[in-house]
Nanobody, 126 residues
């Protein structure tokens, strides 16, 4: 069982930056591929970024590529999402998710993920 706790959300002006963190409980964090997803009001949950269990492989949604960076520190059981050049359309609840990984895979749809955090709100003013 893994518990995930996100933090770092808040209100920022367009063009600004935020750094999200997701801390996982347990001693097997390095076995999990991690992902960030977001959900805006009345919209479906959408993929943002993913990282393989050891971190060399990452993947981004086209909408955030070049602006967001996903990283992880397995010694701290933490995955990060650095968000730069934020736009009003980035506003959403951001969730981290974990999945026992096979090899160096990452996963870009919600369905494979076994564990989810409670989310952290990101608001972007124009």
């Amino acid at each position: 069982q893994v518990q995930l706790v996100e933090s770092g959300g808040g209100l920022v002006q367009a063009g600004g930056s935020l750094s999200l963190s997701c801390v996982a409980s347990g001693r097997t964090f390095s076995s999990y591929a991690m992902g960030w997803f977001r959900q805006a009001p009345e919209k479906e949950r959408e993929f943002v970024a993913a990282i393989s269990k050891t971190g060399p492989s990452t993947y981004y949604a086209d909408s955030v590529k070049g602006r967001f960076t996903i990283s992880r520190d397995n010694a701290k059981n933490t995955v990060y999402l650095q968000m730069n050049s934020l736009k009003p359309e980035d506003a959403a609840i951001y969730y981290c998710a974990a999945k026992i990984a096979v090899g160096d895979n990452y996963y870009i749809t919600p369905i494979p993920y076994n564990y989810w955090g409670q989310g952290t709100q990101v608001a972007v003013s124009s």
